[in-house]
């Protein structure tokens, strides 16, 4: 069994019956295997999967990014309302037209920025991909070349701005190591 599957159980045995969207954020650095795993993970859930990718207002944008995805998405999703999110277009470079989504059973946020406190009471869990530094940026790398290239000790700041203000790792109800070849919920 995946740990995307695993997950997913764990989820649909342990987590209390609540009224409305079930919202999981998956957290961690860039490089990490969020985006991958999220994507399973709503596989397994049956759920809608939205990348944060989408919501970050460029290369400077991860503190806002987390401030629309709590407040303009996961927020109203909590509250059974619909969410219209900005959204921003990576290749022009400029806001893209707003998503509009309806509250849907199962919601997976994956993405620096998911798990932040402000979303946190309205996370039924919140999962935190786990992989070393070098690995990190080497799968980075391979993935979005010089574009990333460019940018990644300024985007690496404003994680580890995030990250020291939010403490997501710290909160995580679960660490999946993503270092071997398949994910793994850690010990």
């Known amino acids: 069994m995946s740990a995307a599957a695993d ?31 999220g994507a399973s993970l709503a596989e397994e859930l049956g759920a809608t999967h939205v990348d944060m ?9 991860l503190g806002e990014g987390a401030r629309l995805a709590a407040t303009e998405l996961v927020a109203p999703i909590a509250a059974g309302e619909t969410a219209v999110v900005p959204q921003w277009d990576w290749i022009a470079c400029r806001p893209a037209a707003p998503m509009v989504l309806e509250p849907p059973e199962v919601l997976v946020l994956s993405g620096t920025g998911s798990g932040s406190l402000a979303a946190a009471p309205h996370l039924a869990m919140l999962a935190w991909m786990e992989l070393g530094d070098e690995e990190r940026r080497r799968r980075a790398l391979a993935r979005d070349g010089e574009v990333l290239a460019a ?17 997501t790792r710290e909160r ?13 919920i850690a010990g």
Do not use: C, H, M
């Open 53 to 61: 990718e989408n919501l970050y207002p460029g290369w400077w944008g």
């Open 151 to 167: 940018q990644w000790d300024d985007w690496a700041g404003q994680e580890l701005a995030y990250l020291d203000g939010e403490r």
């Open 7 to 37: 997950l997913a159980a764990q989820l649909a045995g342990s987590a209390p019956p609540r009224e409305g969207t079930v919202i999981v954020a998956v957290e961690g650095r860039s490089g990490a295997g969020k985006t991958s795993f």
């Open 172 to 184: 995580a109800d679960v660490v999946v190591d993503t270092s071997g070849p398949a994910p793994v």
